[in-house]
C-alpha cells in the first residue's frame, strides 16, 4: 500500500499550457505540502493544507493554486506554465501539531516544460 | 526563520570506510533537526531526529548524528558504509515552537565506491 501517492509520475508539457498533480495520502495524517525540488536538488516548501486549511503559502507565484478536497488530498493546479518551473514536485502529510518533523513523501512527480 | 548549510554538495567514500556529512543550522529559536535520505527515484525519508534529550541520535542502519548547539551544527556519521546507502542526504531544521515547516539544505549526494 502505497502511503503518500501522486499522479503522474512524470509530465512533459509546452510552456503556456496547464497542468495538474494530484496528491493522496491514507495515513490518516491531517496536514499535506508540497515541495519544488529544482534541478540542483534544492527543496522548498510551496504550499501547507491543515484539514483542508491553508496555513503555510509561501512566495509562489499565483499562477500555482493547490486546492485540498479533504484531508487526504491536495491537488496542485499550475497555469500558464513557465520553462522555470520544471522540477520535481513532492508532496507529503503529516500530522499537525506534533512537530516531530516526521513528513511522509510521495515518489515525485518531475515536470518539463519545454 | 532558520536556515541551514550543508558544506559538501558530494562526498566519494570507499565500501566499508566511515563517512561524516557536515550540517550546520542558522536559527533565532531553538530548533528541531532531522536527517533525510533520498535513494535515487524516490521520495524523501526520514533518516534520524533530534527533537530533545541526548544530544546522540541514531538510525537502525548504523547512522548517528550529534547536536552540538554551540557549534550549531548536526553532522551524519557512520563508520562503516555500505553500497545501499548510496544517496542524497539533506539535512533539515524546523521551529521547536509549533509549525511543521521544514527548512531543508542542499543536499550531499554520499556515493559509495566498491
Known amino acids: 500500500d502505497t502511503a503518500v501517492s501522486q499522479t503522474p509520475k512524470y509530465l512533459v508539457t509546452q510552456m503556456g499550457n496547464d497542468k495538474s498533480i494530484k496528491c493522496e495520502q491514507n495515513?490518516?495524517?491531517?496536514?499535506m505540502y508540497w515541495y519544488k525540488q529544482d534541478s540542483k536538488k534544492f527543496l522548498k516548501i510551496m504550499f501547507s493544507y491543515n484539514n483542508k486549511e491553508l496555513i503555510i503559502n509561501e512566495t509562489v507565484p499565483n499562477r500555482f493554486s493547490p486546492k485540498s478536497p479533504d484531508k487526504a488530498h491536495l491537488n496542485l493546479h499550475i497555469n500558464s506554465l513557465e520553462l522555470g518551473d520544471s522540477a520535481v514536485y513532492f508532496c507529503?502529510?503529516?500530522?499537525?501539531?506534533?512537530?516531530?518533523?516526521?513528513?511522509?513523501f510521495g515518489e515525485g512527480s518531475r515536470l518539463t516544460v519545454l | 526563520a532558520q536556515s541551514v548549510t550543508q558544506l559538501d554538495s558530494q562526498v566519494p567514500v570507499f565500501e566499508e570506510a566511515p563517512v561524516e556529512l557536515r550540517c550546520n543550522y542558522s536559527?533565532?529559536?531553538?530548533?528541531?533537526l532531522f536527517w533525510y535520505v533520498q535513494y535515487p527515484n524516490q521520495g524523501l525519508q526520514l533518516l534520524l531526529k533530534?527533537?530533545?534529550?541526548?544530544?546522540l541520535v541514531k538510525s537502525i542502519n548504523g547512522f548517528e548524528a550529534e547536536f552540538n548547539k554551540s557549534q550549531t551544527s548536526f553532522h551524519l556519521r557512520k563508520p562503516s558504509v555500505h553500497i545501499s546507502d548510496t544517496a542524497e542526504y539533506f539535512c533539515a531544521v524546523s521551529s521547536s515552537f509549533g509549525n511543521e515547516k521544514l527548512t531543508f539544505g542542499t543536499g550531499t549526494r554520499l556515493t559509495i565506491i566498491p
Open positions: 507529503a502529510s503529516s500530522h499537525w501539531g506534533r512537530n516531530t518533523g516526521e513528513l511522509f
Open positions: 536559527s533565532s529559536v531553538s530548533v528541531y
Open positions: 533530534y527533537l530533545s534529550g541526548s544530544t
Open positions: 495515513l490518516g495524517h491531517d496536514t
